[in-house]
């Protein structure tokens, strides 16, 4: 994943709302979102290199996604960022003491940042992880942006996506196809908003928009992800082609 927006409840029909983007290099194989069939309770897409994945929501009412921190000096861990979605989704362990054992093996992963959380009727609980942070951190009611720094760090495609996203949330019903256009965008930010990630200024140009499309890399999929006030889930996912 490379940004994602989540509204955590701030709606009484849909505590939760996922609008995200996976950009990757077009030749890595990947299957679309489905159910997996070593563990039917997953419904997610896939990395085929690696049998991890982006984001994913089971049957037992939580869901995972996964963004990469872009820091070109950082250390390689030498495990799959994919997996720390995917195990989460195959196991029944809390959610905290899930990221707890996480952070305690930080090292073992390149930069990442994980979002995770329970969903049921009666309760919602959501967490977010980074191994550029210290601690786990339990996150309150609100609307948060995600690309490849920490959460809510404010990159041009952050706020923008943001500022679309509220509007969405503001309407009576919820558009989907209102968030697939948000998460469509290719503008390039100006120059002067872009930020400085070490990668030089004509990859920040190509790399800054919510839609990414270059020769060899960009946007492979958008997901569009809710949880209704009953704890039902529904997944809709468009597949982008070079």
């Known amino acids: 994943m490379c940004v994602i927006f989540v509204s955590y409840k701030q709606r009484e029909d849909y505590p939760l709302i996922i609008a995200a983007n996976r950009d990757e290099f077009y030749d890595r194989p990947t299957a679309a979102a489905t159910r997996w069939e070593d563990y039917p309770k997953i419904y997610a897409g896939r990395d085929l290199v690696s049998k991890g994945t982006w984001l994913g929501v089971n049957d037992d009412g939580r869901f995972a996604a996964v963004t990469n921190f872009r ?3 950082q250390n390689r861990g ?15 362990i809390d959610v905290e003491d899930y990221l707890e054992g996480i952070r305690k093996r930080g090292a073992d992963y390149t930069g990442f940042n994980l979002l995770a959380g329970e969903f049921d009727p009666s309760t919602g609980r959501l967490m977010y992880f980074s191994n550029r942070k210290s601690e786990p951190e339990e996150l309150t009611p609100g609307v ?3 690309s490849n720094h920490l959460l809510d760090t404010p990159w041009p495609k952050v706020v923008k996506g943001k500022a679309k996203f509220n509007s969405v949330l503001s309407s009576t019903n919820i558009d989907k196809e209102a ?6 965008d290719r503008e390039m930010a100006h120059d002067d908003d872009l930020p400085d990630t070490g990668v030089g200024i004509d990859r920040e140009r190509f790399l800054s928009p919510i839609f990414i499309k270059t020769p060899i890399y960009g946007t492979r999929c958008s997901t569009v992800l809710t949880f209704d006030k009953k704890g039902t ?7 982008w082609v070079p």
């Open 71 to 73: 820091d070109p000096d």
């Open 144 to 146: 948060y942006g995600l």
């Open 179 to 184: 968030l697939f256009r948000l998460l469509e």
């Open 233 to 239: 889930w529904d997944l809709d996912e468009k597949v």
């Open 78 to 92: 030498n495990s799959s960022r994919g997996a720390l979605v995917a195990d989460f989704l195959k196991k029944a």
